[in-house]
DNA sequence: CACGAGACCTGTTCGC
DNA sequence: TGCGAACAGGTCTCGT
C-alpha cells in the first residue's frame, strides 16, 4: 500500500488542492454509493449513509497509514491496504473499474476510493484516537528520541525488519521504507532488534525520517501499475533493485524473503 | 513472545 | 503464443 509518505501526499492533494482537483475541505457529502459491500468495515451501509450524508468535510489528517476526513461531528477514516487511491472526479465522470466506495459530494462531484485488491478499509467513527489507539509513535514526532527509539528496540528480541513494519512498534513505515531506511542507515534487515547500539538505533531512526522525508518531497512513490503521481521510485537505493550494483560499493543488491515480504539489501554495506 | 503459513483479492510479469 | 507460477506498497488470525 501506499505507505507514509504516500498517504501524506494524497492527504496534501486533497487539502490543499491542484489544478485539477480542488481542495476538498468545506464541501457537503450529498450522497453514497457503496460498490464493494466489504470495504465499508463500519458501520452497516444503511447506517453508513444516514449518518455522513449532510456532514462537511473539514480538517484532513493522517495518523499512521490512516487518512482521516475530519466530518461535523465525526471522522471518516480510510486505510487504502495494498492498491487503494483517491480520485476526484467532476460530474458525470463515469464510474471506473475497481472503484468501491464513491461519495457524491455538492454538483455532483465525487471522491472515489478506488481499489484493485479490495484489500482497503473505510470506517465512520465518533472517536478516532480510540480506534487507531493500538498505534506506535509517528516518525516524526519529535517526542521520539534516539534514546526513547533504542529503548524501544531493546524492549524486543525480533528481526528489525518485521519490526519496523509493526504499526504498533512505528506507525506508518511500509516495505519500501524498511528497505529504504535500513540500507541508509546500514543495518541488517535480520538484525536482532535488541543488537542494536544507542548509535545504531540513532542512525536508523535519522535514515528513517530522512527516507520518509524524500519520499514526502517527491510526492511519494508510483511502481508497477499502481500510480499515485509522485516519483521517488526513481531514487531507490535498494528496493527492487535484486541484481543492480550498491550506489555506495558497486556490490550486486540481494533479495531475501523476511516476513514473508521481499527484503532488499546490500550484503556488503550491511552486515549482519 | 517470536515467527511462519494462510487468508483476503486482482493484475502484471516471468519462466518454460 | 499460452499458461501457470511468482510477485505486488498491508494486515489479520491461527498454530507452533
Not at 509493526?166 to 536482532?192: C, M, S, W
Not at 525520517?209 to 516519483?231: F, P, Q
Not at 543488491?253 to 539489501?265: A, C
Amino acid at each position: 500500500m501506499p505507505e507514509l509518505p504516500e498517504v501524506e501526499s494524497i492527504r496534501n492533494k486533497f487539502r490543499l488542492g491542484s489544478d485539477d482537483n480542488p481542495s476538498l475541505i468545506g464541501k457537503h457529502i450529498r450522497g453514497v454509493e457503496l460498490l464493494w459491500a466489504r470495504t465499508l468495515e463500519s458501520p452497516a451501509p444503511d447506517e453508513f449513509s444516514r449518518r455522513i450524508v449532510g456532514q462537511k468535510i473539514g480538517e484532513i489528517g493522517r495518523r499512521g497509514k490512516y487518512l482521516l476526513f475530519h466530518l461535523d461531528d465525526e471522522t471518516l477514516v480510510i486505510h487504502l491496504r495494498m492498491s487503494g487511491d483517491l480520485f476526484y472526479e467532476p460530474a458525470a465522470t463515469l464510474v471506473a473499474k475497481h472503484h468501491r466506495l464513491v461519495l457524491i459530494l455538492d454538483n455532483g462531484e465525487r471522491l472515489a476510493f478506488n481499489d484493485a485488491r479490495k484489500f482497503g478499509r473505510v470506517w465512520l467513527v465518533n472517536d478516532p484516537a480510540a480506534m487507531l489507539a493500538h498505534l506506535g509513535p509517528e516518525p516524526f514526532d519529535e517526542a521520539l528520541t534516539p534514546e526513547d527509539f533504542h529503548q524501544r528496540l531493546q524492549q524486543h528480541h525480533r528481526q528489525i525488519k518485521p519490526l519496523l513494519l509493526d504499526q504498533g512498534f512505528l506507525a506508518g513505515v511500509g516495505n519500501i521504507y524498511a528497505d529504504e531506511g535500513l540500507y541508509l542507515a546500514k543495518i541488517h534487515p535480520l538484525t536482532r532488534s535488541d543488537a542494536l547500539t544507542p548509535e545504531g538505533a540513532k542512525r536508523l531512526l535519522a535514515s528513517l525520517r530522512h527516507v520518509l522525508n524524500e519520499g514526502i518531497r517527491r510526492n511519494g512513490a508510483s511502481i508497477d501499475w499502481v500510480y499515485r503521481g509522485g516519483d521517488f521510485q526513481h531514487h531507490f537505493q535498494a528496493y527492487q533493485r535484486t541484481g543492480e550494483p550498491c550506489n555506495r560499493c558497486q556490490t550486486p543488491i540481494e533479495r531475501i524473503v523476511v516476513g514473508q515480504r521481499g527484503t532488499h539489501f546490500c550484503p556488503q554495506c550491511q552486515r549482519e
